[in-house]
């Protein structure tokens, strides 16, 4: 089986710091990993993905991670923080051929002026 | 092209009742997933439709049944609702290889269960 582990359920970060969501999977075969946010009463949107090739991902809205084999991880960065980015994010991983994601339980991202 | 699209957005059921929740499919995709996150959860996965067939189930009992239709839309029922129910329901679609290429979630139904 395979699961993500989210430490830390808020997060706060000040305005233009950097914002570091840490993502920390368990996979026997090589993983599948994806970071989505959700926003206030909307459903989850795909920020980035790793499958193969390259392991630091860009996303949207300035997000990247990194993924990083020998420490089982998949960071989340942004180097400046923005007010829009107050939300909640969340870890998955996931498998070729396998029809479901295991998300991590999430971080709460809040944003201070 | 048109997203995912849930309804109802809310719902309030009573302990004991049974509930259908929908979901319209992404145009191009032919699989439909469901998952409920409960509050301050990540989502779980509930269970998986592909070519009108379930295609992987997670842990959840067998009163949580699906269908998919020809059109790839899907339905989610719950029946005898227990209070634990209580929780946001996402559906996602993707084509047959999801897992590499992404899901597409929709906004969900928000079902309270009383």
């Known amino acids: 089986a395979q699961s993500v582990t989210q430490l830390g359920s808020h997060v706060s970060v000040s305005e233009g710091a950097l914002v570091l969501l840490r993502c920390n999977y368990s996979?026997?075969?090589?993983?599948?990993l994806f970071w989505y946010v959700q926003y206030p009463n909307q459903g989850l949107q795909l920020l980035l993905k790793?499958?193969?090739?390259?392991?630091l991902v860009k996303g949207i809205n300035g997000f990247e991670a990194e993924f990083k084999k020998s420490e089982t991880s998949f960071h989340l960065t942004k180097p400046s923080a923005h007010m829009s980015d107050a939300a909640e994010y969340f870890c998955a991983v996931t498998a070729p051929r396998n029809n479901r994601l295991a998300f991590g339980k999430g971080n709460q991202v809040v944003v201070i002026p | 092209e048109t997203g995912v699209t849930q309804s109802p957005t809310h719902l309030i059921k009573t302990r004991g009742q049974q509930v259908t929740l929908r979901c319209s499919s992404q145009s191009g995709h032919n699989t439909v997933s469901w998952y409920q996150q409960a509050l301050g959860q990540g989502p779980q996965f509930i269970f998986q439709y592909y070519r009108e067939e379930e295609n992987g189930r997670g842990n959840f009992p067998p009163r949580f049944s699906g269908l998919q239709f020809p059109n790839y839309s899907s339905e989610l029922n719950v029946n005898a609702l227990e209070l634990d129910d209580s929780a946001l329901y996402l559906c996602?679609?993707?084509?047959?290889?999801?897992?590499?290429?992404?899901?597409?979630f929709g906004s969900g139904t928000r079902l309270t269960v009383v």
């Open positions: 996602a679609s993707s084509n047959r290889t999801g897992e590499f290429y992404g899901y597409t």
């Open positions: 790793y499958t193969t090739g390259a392991t």
């Open positions: 996979s026997s075969v090589p993983p599948y």
